[in-house]
């Protein structure tokens, strides 16, 4: 009795259950069929919209506008199609992007040389693992030449020890020259001739990951003539005149050459430090042959700077640097002419001048520069600088009269330090633009 | 001159506001239509081939000009007016094609399923891989195998010292855009020892054009540069090879020898909104290179089937190892930030900057924190990104919420990390990138969805639907109210529900089936009725809007169809 009414009531049960529940689910699947469900029978065949009046009216001036930029974009396809798809393409752009290809067009212009033109030879690990076999010849409008032969042994930043021993004749045919120490005047401008010939030997010790040894010897001709430029006095007996030369201070030399240096690094990481700094010091002693064995001096550079980290990856850079010429005996040797006296201006310090603005025995100058991050290997920077020459740092020093020039520019970096910096500087006599490859600060 | 380009300005200006004018949309009982048509046999089209550097030139400057200089597109951007993408239904959503094939959104996948991805099964580890083809192109280490059962496989490695990086998030970044609905290969993360490779014989390989011999030196030298565990297996992810490959896809344009491809690209809604997928997983480095094309059928006949290709570079890796920091918040080369950034003088901060030295190696510089959705750019411009909509977004955003959280465990899950704290916190990244999508995107239309419609047996109709943003937790509650109307005229106002359903009384339907019994006759009237739902929000920070339902009387057998819902920003 018990089981069958158990029975009844359970098959009851469960019926009115299954009812329900059927109901529960058909009714949700009803709802939730057509949400969810998608009728993927229902096809249609695909076709554009009917575009309205106004866009179809649009695409006339809309073609004729981008009909110059499509003429630009076929020929830009052209290229990319030999430079990149095409295998010699491709190695001549990782040639110059990357120097190993044997050969390198050199095209450049500034406004003293005109435009350059020539062509640089490379071979790389020809007698050692490391070795590079430098040959470079160029010429410009105003008939600046130059001709470089270099080895190298080691790399840079990858070896612990590094030779170059170069050879370079160089012909500037419009040198500037303002006349010597501070008060020189913008307005008293000539310019001359100089060749100068160099056979030169540096090397590079890295003792330790901080502290490099530098050595440099080397010989060196420099012959003075007639400048170029006929604005300018260029006639050298009336150079002479101008500013009261004596004969030695123009007067062509050769002589030897030899010294070391120290560097000392600190600084965080080769690739955009952020923080740390560097202390370089270096003598050379000059040794005059032939005609000018009366040349004996010393020239001595010092330059220190320190970065520190204003947030992220913004960094102050505070920077002094100083270059002295002294001569062994002043009473028996002869002053070294102005041309290798220390020099201030252009890419030796003080941009915002030209080159070899400022030339006396000694030079002081000091920087500071704030960089930031633009982009992966691109900073930007801003600088501001003060500099002086001075006859003598013991009896000349003074704090009055010293030289300014700010600017900013960017900066783009490689794997081991600076590759190029593009920079606009200021000052109270002119605004130069420079673009450098290489390290600079 | 100068009068012919104002009167073909003022023209354009013109007809551009006179094509806005709102009015109900041409449907038919035939809609919504959920399949597009064009798989139809075709001749097989040319091989396309692919130019890494003309892509990137090409996008970065001549699209970008292109798009500024088309006085419609600037002209709508202009005034607020984008164009819509062209392949979408009524409903409002994307069609299955050969595109795209809707997946998890309308029909969740189980774990299993989402695991698998768009595989079956992972590579036969029972027997021997021979390495039958070494990797061409690309920056990773890999070689192709063949399995014991012949199946092919590119094997990809993850790089010494970041175990799990690369190969862990191409394999979640593979099953996302799988189950999102796009056509991916098959990916596996498998594991193999370097005793069971063979080298196929005669197989070589090309050095500076030359063909050399591949060697087990070859395959050693490969091998020593990818991670290793202790015990000498190999972490691999193993993607199957996709049949009869004809080259990459274009994000614009269409192929001219391929008339089933009816679209151009940038007008694809699965295409545009693919952004809202890439910057869900970071895929910074979506290009044409990345996608390809597949020839499905014979030689003679078939259709192409689009692929997307090669996660390689996704969440924290650029190939097999950690992606910088800037990756996903610049182009390449942007010129425009470029340009900011100096003018700024560094005293503006990148989000990036701020973002925090790697913490798991797995997981690289992917992260939740400093990522703003709508700040997010691929390598370089893709125009079909450009040119999303609100509502495209909208789309997007939804195929990326769909994942739920055990949807995202599951995903996680197919990566095999070893360590679990690099599991949970993946899954902690996913998940809040997921949520910043659905708040920067959901916000910009009605998020009711999924819509119903039954009748209750006693005349009335039931209109339910999906509130996206209350099931996905991002509000607590909405109330929507209803408007039916026809022909132009209220015919009544419904009360509001806080109900994810509204009821049209049988009185209301009666009104509706009178009004259009009076319309009848009128060969130019459709049996066409607006129910419009509008959604207030108690949060003040999610708009009003409002959103039409189309319903379709059929008069014969006295049902209700819905057939059109229509978005408004």
């Not at chain 1, 406004?111 to 062509?119: K, M, S, T």
């Not at chain 1, 050459?257 to 000392?264: D, V």
């Not at chain 2, 614009?252 to 909104?273: L, M, V």
Request: contains cysteine; hydrophobic residues 35%; glycine residues 8%.
């Amino acid at each position: 009795m018990g089981i069958h009414r158990s029975n009844r009531l359970t098959f009851r049960s469960l019926s009115r259950y299954v009812a329900v529940a059927c109901l529960s689910i058909v009714t949700v699947g009803v709802i939730g069929a057509e949400a969810y469900d998608i009728d993927t029978t229902r096809t249609r065949d695909p076709r554009p919209p009917e575009l309205p009046l106004s866009t179809k009216l649009a695409r006339v001036p809309s073609t004729i506008l981008y009909a110059p930029f499509w003429v630009l974009e076929q020929a830009t396809y052209g290229l990319v199609w030999l430079g990149y798809e095409q295998q010699f393409g491709k190695q001549i752009i990782e040639g110059i992007l990357d120097p190993t290809l044997p050969v390198v067009p050199i095209i450049s212009y500034s406004g003293r040389e005109g435009f350059a033109g020539g062509l640089g030879f490379r071979l790389r690990d020809i007698a050692t693992s490391g070795d590079e076999w430098r040959l470079a010849g160029s010429y410009s409008q105003y008939n600046y030449a130059s001709v470089l032969a270099e080895a190298s042994f080691g790399r840079r930043n990858r070896q612990p020890f590094q030779l170059v021993i170069s050879g370079r004749y160089t012909k500037n045919t419009r040198e500037p020259f303002f006349g010597i120490g501070n008060g020189s005047q913008q307005r008293d401008e000539v310019n001359f001739t100089l060749e100068t010939t160099t056979l030169e030997a540096d090397a590079r010790f890295v003792l330790s990951q901080s502290l490099t040894v530098l050595g440099n010897a080397g010989y060196a001709a420099h012959n003075l003539g007639d400048g170029e430029d006929d604005d300018f006095v260029s006639d050298l007996d009336a150079i002479i005149d101008t500013f009261g030369l004596a004969t030695e201070d123009i007067a062509s030399t050769r002589y030897l050459f030899g010294g070391l240096g120290l560097q000392l690094n600190w600084e965080n990481q080769p690739f955009r430090p952020t923080t740390g700094g560097q202390i370089r010091a270096q003598t050379l002693y000059h040794q005059g042959v032939a005609r000018s064995d009366n040349l004996q001096y010393f020239r001595t550079h010092v330059e220190l700077y320190q970065r520190i980290q204003f947030f992220r990856e913004r960094v102050f850079t505070l920077l002094v640097e100083a270059n002295s010429i002294d001569v062994v005996d002043p009473t028996e040797n002869e002053e070294p002419p102005f041309y290798l006296e220390s020099s201030l201006g252009g890419n030796a310090g003080l941009y915002g001048y030209e080159p070899e603005r400022f030339i006396d025995k000694e030079s002081l100058r000091g920087l500071i520069e704030y960089s930031y991050p633009i982009w992966d290997i691109l900073d930007g920077f801003l600088f501001y600088e003060q500099g002086r020459v001075f006859s003598s740092f013991t009896n000349d020093f003074s704090w009055r009269n010293w030289r300014f020039s700010w600017g900013g520019g960017i900066r783009l970096w490689g794997a081991d330090g600076v590759i190029a910096t593009m920079r606009i500087s200021t000052s109270q006599e002119t605004t130069r633009f420079a673009f450098q490859l290489g390290a600079g600060l | 001159m100068n009068r012919l380009w104002v009167t073909l300005s003022i023209t354009t200006v013109m007809a551009l506001f006179i094509g806005c004018g709102s009015s109900a949309p041409k449907l038919t009982p035939e809609d919504p239509h959920w399949r597009d048509n064009d798989a139809r046999p075709i001749p097989k089209p040319e091989e396309s081939s692919e130019s890494i550097a003309w892509d990137a030139v090409r996008r970065g400057t001549f699209n970008q000009i292109q798009q500024l200089l088309d006085v419609d597109r600037s002209t709508r951007i202009i005034f607020g007016n984008r164009q819509e993408s062209w392949n979408i239904n009524s409903y409002d959503e994307v069609p299955n094609s050969s595109w795209f094939t809707n997946r998890h959104y309308f029909t969740p996948l189980s774990r299993k399923k989402m695991m698998s991805g768009a595989g079956t099964a992972p590579p036969d580890t029972t027997g021997t891989w021979v390495v039958s083809r070494p990797k061409v192109g690309g920056v990773t280490p890999g070689f192709w195998i063949t399995d014991p059962k012949g199946d092919t496989y590119i094997l990809k490695f993850d790089r010494i010292g970041f175990p799990e990086l690369a190969t862990g998030a191409a394999a979640i970044a593979g099953r996302v855009f799988h189950a999102a609905g796009y056509f991916v290969a098959e990916e596996h993360i498998s594991y193999f020892h370097r005793d069971s490779l063979e080298i196929k014989e005669g197989l070589t390989y090309k050095v500076d054009g030359e063909r050399v011999l591949f060697t087990t030196e070859t395959l050693d030298g490969i091998l020593a540069r990818v991670q290793a565990s202790s015990d000498g297996y190999y972490r691999v992810l193993a993607s199957k090879l996709i049949p009869n490959v004809m080259g990459p896809w274009s994000f614009t344009g269409t192929r001219s020898d391929d008339p089933n491809d009816w679209c151009p690209a940038e007008n694809r809604r699965e295409i545009r909104a693919l952004k809202i997928l890439c910057a869900w997983l970071n895929h910074w480095d979506i290009k044409d290179a990345n996608t390809i094309n597949s020839f499905v059928g014979n030689d003679d006949t078939g259709y192409v089937r689009h692929y997307l290709l090669d996660f390689g570079t996704v969440m924290g890796t650029v190939s097999d190892r950690p992606y910088g920091r800037r990756r996903g918040y610049h182009n390449y080369f942007d010129l425009k930030d470029i340009f900011l950034t100096s003018l700024s003088l560094g005293l503006y901060v990148w989000p990036w900057e701020k973002i925090g030295p790697i913490t798991y190696p797995e997981i690289g510089y992917f992260e939740s924190e400093q990522f703003n959705p709508k700040r997010w750019k691929p390598g370089y411009p893709i125009p079909p990104f450009e040119n999303m909509t609100h509502r495209d977004a909208f789309w997007g955003a939804k195929l990326v919420m769909a994942f739920r959280d055990d949807d995202l465990e599951a995903l996680v899950d197919a990566a095999y990390f070893t360590r679990p704290e690099v599991r949970t916190e993946m899954l902690r990244i996913l998940r809040e990138r997921r949520d910043k999508i659905g708040r920067a995107y959901l916000g910009a239309t009605s998020t009711l969805d999924r819509f119903a419609i039954s009748d209750d047996g006693n005349g009335s109709l039931v209109v339910s639907w999906d509130d996206l943003l209350q099931d996905w937790g991002l509000v607590t509650s909405g109330e929507t109210r209803g408007e039916v109307r026809f022909d132009g005229n209220i015919i009544t106002v419904l009360p509001r529900t806080r109900e994810q359903q509204i009821t049209v009384p049988s009185e209301t339907v009666s009104a509706m089936q009178t009004a259009w019994d009076a319309k009848r006759t009128n060969p130019d009237a459709s049996p066409l009725f607006r129910l419009r739902l509008t959604t207030e929000r108690s949060e003040s920070n999610w708009a009003t809007h409002h959103v039409d339902l189309w319903l379709w009387y059929h008069d014969d057998d006295n049902k209700w169809q819905l057939v059109g819902v229509q978005r408004h920003d």
